[in-house]
């Protein structure tokens, strides 16, 4: 017979201190449920921390740019393949078999390829090749989105010329080629509404106070997105007559007047001038205030009559430049 051993006691059973402890360390299972689910919040808040930062989203495109030497900003061409080419010519953009030539020069085009002329497709087909021409050189095209690509790609082909129609195969093939699947309407949406090279802003119609204090790609995310979506109506960015692709006041207004208007939009995006097509002026491009704002709609089109004129922005020097002439603007 074994001898009788007394039971070992627990000698923390009587310890609260040690129960609590005992009580409260965690099972494996718990501690997995645990991470999980602070990993499933970090995930949630990561975008935020980005957006807190300054960080772009995936869907925005570059719309600022420093230090840029030379600049040649074009017009409205509305479907005058012929004029626009003059045009890129005169600023030694392109040579006569239309490749790039400018090297790192910046090229803009304001806006309004499309409507009212035959030759939109070609203009843009243009654009596309220039493009890929002047980033192999250090350049840049930027094909500004004005109010006629946003008409036509919502399939308001109200002002698009019949030319422009046959060049495509018809009505229903030209909604589809300016679609955002379409290849004309894929291609806009690569672009912006309005964007920053140095200090300048360029912007197809303008800038109100009401868009003045708005983040550039916060606007441009607006327009890309509804033309996406194929929005219509006032309420819309795209369609709104104070908006980038609308709005008037800067080329309608004088003096005092348009100091007010545009003085916000300069002071927020801490710039000097506002470049802008859209209003056709009397076949100049006209600096006013100063050259706070610059109008370089010249109506090139043969449907307004105009001259194949650019911007050409060189050295801190401004011009109106055209086949046969090169002027000087003042500007402060």
């Known amino acids: 017979m074994l001898p009788h051993r007394r039971p070992v006691s627990n000698s923390c059973a009587g310890d609260p201190a040690a129960v609590l402890l005992r ?7 718990t501690l997995c449920v645990a991470l999980l689910a602070l990993l499933a919040l970090f995930a949630l808040l990561l975008p935020c921390a980005g957006i807190l930062a300054g960080d772009a989203r995936k869907d925005d495109i570059l719309c600022e740019w420093k230090d840029v030497e030379r600049i040649v900003a074009v017009g409205d061409v509305h479907g005058d393949f012929d004029q626009f080419e003059k045009a890129l010519r005169a600023a030694k953009v392109i040579d006569k078999k239309n490749k790039w030539i400018a090297g790192k ?28 021409q002047a980033k192999e050189a250090g350049g840049r095209v930027h094909a500004i989105i004005g109010n006629h690509e946003a008409m036509v790609m919502t399939g308001d082909l109200r002002y698009t010329h019949r030319g422009e129609i046959e060049s495509f195969g018809g009505r229903e093939e030209t909604i589809k080629a300016y679609s955002p699947k379409g290849k004309y309407g894929k291609w806009i949406l690569t672009h912006n509404a309005v964007i920053k090279i140095n200090d300048i802003l360029f912007v197809h ?103 194949a004129a650019c911007l050409l922005i060189e050295k801190g020097e401004f011009f109106d430049v055209r086949p046969d002439a090169r002027h000087k603007l003042e500007v402060k």
Request: hydrophobic share 35%; glycine share 12%.
């Open 23 to 29: 009580e409260m360390k965690p099972n494996r299972i």
């Open 105 to 132: 020069t910046h090229l803009v085009q304001i806006g309004d390829v499309p409507d009212r002329g035959p030759d939109t497709r070609k203009a843009m087909d243009l654009l596309m090749q220039l493009e890929d």
């Open 205 to 307: 119609g303008g800038i109100s106070p009401r868009y003045a204090k708005k983040p550039l790609a916060e606007i441009n995310r607006a327009v890309r997105t509804e033309l996406a979506a194929g929005m219509k109506g006032s309420n819309t960015t795209i369609a709104d007559p104070g908006g980038p692709l609308w709005y008037r006041g800067l080329a309608m207004n004088q003096k005092g007047d348009l100091d007010a208007l545009a003085d916000p939009a300069l002071e927020f995006h801490k710039v000097k001038r506002i470049v802008i097509g859209h209003t056709p002026t009397r076949g100049n491009i006209e600096a006013k205030n100063g050259g706070k704002v610059i109008e370089i709609d010249v109506g090139m089109c043969r449907h307004y009559g105009g001259p």
